[in-house]
């Protein structure tokens, strides 16, 4: 007898029914899982394949459990259904990208890779030139209606999820180890689906958003670092998802950058604008900020970024200095307690 079941498990475009990232090694899968797992990766709209069993809920679930095991592969399939004839089974899948256009990613991300990272970059330094070029080349989809690699790296717009997208596959063309991760995220307008990365750097895990370091509404050359490897109790502060079967992160990396002996992540601190979260750069009160405004002896167009209790923003007022400023301030995400304040010299 032939049975048919229908699985709609939509990886909708807001992944509000995404399963779950868990990061599940290919090796721990289930013989039909592999040959599952291989056919998806393939990008295949049609298979089929002899299985092991004649159940159609041990089958999907080892559906489920072979698309686990590749984070990418999770975000790319839009839904899938399968006919289950004693123990053969037949598929069809919809993928969010084709598989021309998947190919089209991977060898992008291999041309971009190519021609930004130089011999001798350090890992550091080559995360940072890949989150930029995601976020200098890619504007946020206000439509919503674009939400792959494909769209972020060759349409130059797309949401959350494209970001993330283009994100892993050019660190993965890198060589650094990088998990997508689905959740939901809170700001002032509200609490949304989200994706982002986790990312491996030197075997220590750091949070990474592309997308939440991208103003939006787009301001060309502008790139943030608000949400660029954090930890993951900073993460939690504004992002949400399950922690099962994920990698923590709880290396603080603006201290290892200061930490280090390597020129280049000195420069990260410089270039990202992190060297304000260092105890030298953080001030406790506005009369210590104000006397060493006046010793910079700042001139006109200069600016001046500095670390401050948030609390303190309301005093900045008080400021008695030689030139007239300016001065714009934004939370720290990293210790939210905190405002990251730039003062411009008028």
């Not at 992190?274 to 506005?286: G, K, M, R, V």
Request: charge should be neutral.
């Amino acid at each position: 007898m032939k049975r048919f079941v229908f699985i709609s498990v939509v990886f909708s475009a807001t992944m509000t029914a995404i399963m779950p990232h868990l990061a599940i090694a290919a090796s721990r899968l289930t013989a039909d899982e592999q040959q599952i797992l291989r056919h998806l990766e393939q990008r295949q709209p049609d298979f089929s394949i002899s299985v092991k069993t004649s159940s159609i809920t041990l089958l999907d679930h080892e559906v489920k459990a072979a698309v686990q095991a590749d984070t990418y592969l999770q975000m790319d399939i839009s839904s899938y259904q399968f006919e289950l004839a004693g123990t053969y089974a037949t598929f069809q899948v919809d993928y969010r990208e084709s598989k021309a256009q998947y190919n089209d990613v991977l060898r992008g991300a291999q041309f971009v890779v190519k021609k930004l990272i130089k011999p001798g970059m350090d890992v550091y330094t080559k995360e940072k030139i890949l989150h930029d070029y995601v976020v200098l080349n890619t504007a946020y989809d206000i439509s919503l209606t674009h939400y792959t690699a494909y769209d972020a790296l060759y349409e130059h717009t797309a949401t959350c999820q494209g970001y993330a997208m283009l994100t892993y596959q050019l660190l993965k063309a890198a060589g650094i180890p990088n998990i997508l991760i689905s959740g939901t995220a809170t700001n002032s307008l509200g609490t949304a689906s989200h994706a982002w990365n986790e990312v491996d750097l030197n075997g220590k895990w750091y949070q990474l958003d592309t997308t939440w370091d991208d103003p939006v509404p787009n301001q060309p050359g502008s790139v943030q670092y608000g949400y660029f490897n954090l930890t993951t109790a900073q993460m939690e502060k504004d992002h949400h998802w399950s922690l099962a079967g994920l990698p923590i992160a709880n290396t603080n990396y603006v201290q290892v950058l200061n930490q280090s002996n390597n020129k280049q992540e000195k420069q990260i601190l410089q270039q990202t604008g992190l060297f304000a979260e260092l105890p030298n750069d953080t001030y406790q009160s506005i009369a210590t900020l104000q006397s060493s405004l006046i010793k910079a002896n700042l001139r006109k167009g200069q600016s001046y970024l500095v670390r401050i209790p948030y609390a303190f923003i309301s005093q900045l007022t008080a400021l008695a200095l030689p030139y007239a400023i300016s001065y714009r301030y934004t939370r720290d995400t990293r210790n939210p307690s905190y405002a990251l304040l730039t003062i411009v010299v008028q």
